[in-house]
């Protein structure tokens, strides 16, 4: 384990020790609450609040399949926001999975927009395939990723004090 850290430097690090999250975990929680963002964007703009939505999501069983879809991804975000060293066990528990959850909320989510094109043909084609460019992407880089992959096997420990 310690070959894995050999290209890293000291600013890589957290002030537990732990290797700073990879910009993948937030990457693909972005593309995955994308319904979570385009919603806390519309409530916040005092002009227009749904303007952003509306045209974003033309129909309104879009954006509740975006939210549905991102419910797994919120998931995440509260492990993420809990990994610390006196974390519950739960939390400790699911923090190797995390990746999984991750890899589980794209799939779901490009299901959902399969179901969108395919079932209820709210969406076209073309929209389809550029979901699934991206979440074959992201699911290729996050098997990829070897600081993922370190961060998913450290957890947060006390340090003692100086």
Not at 41 to 60: A, K
Not at 114 to 137: C, D, E, F, R, T
Request: hydrophobic share 55%; net charge positive; glycine share 4%.
């Amino acid at each position: 384990m310690t070959n894995a850290y050999k290209h890293y430097s000291i600013e890589d690090f957290d002030h537990f020790d732990c290797l700073k999250l990879s910009k993948l975990f937030y990457l693909v929680l972005l593309f995955v609450l994308r319904g979570y963002i385009i919603w806390l964007i519309s409530v916040t703009n005092m002009r227009d609040r749904v303007g952003l939505m509306e045209w974003i999501y033309p129909q309104t069983d879009l954006f509740i399949l975006s939210l549905v879809s991102g419910a797994l991804g919120l998931f995440v975000v509260l492990i993420i926001s809990l990994r610390r060293p006196d974390a519950a066990p739960w939390v400790q528990k699911c923090w190797p999975y995390c990746r999984a959850f991750l890899l589980i909320a794209l799939l779901f989510d490009l299901f959902v927009n399969v179901a969108a094109v395919l079932y209820l043909q709210l969406l076209p084609i073309a929209w389809l395939i550029g979901q699934a460019i991206i979440v074959i992407a992201l699911i290729a880089l996050c098997f990829a990723s070897e600081r993922m992959k370190i961060n998913l096997v450290e957890f947060p420990q006390k340090l003692p004090e100086k």
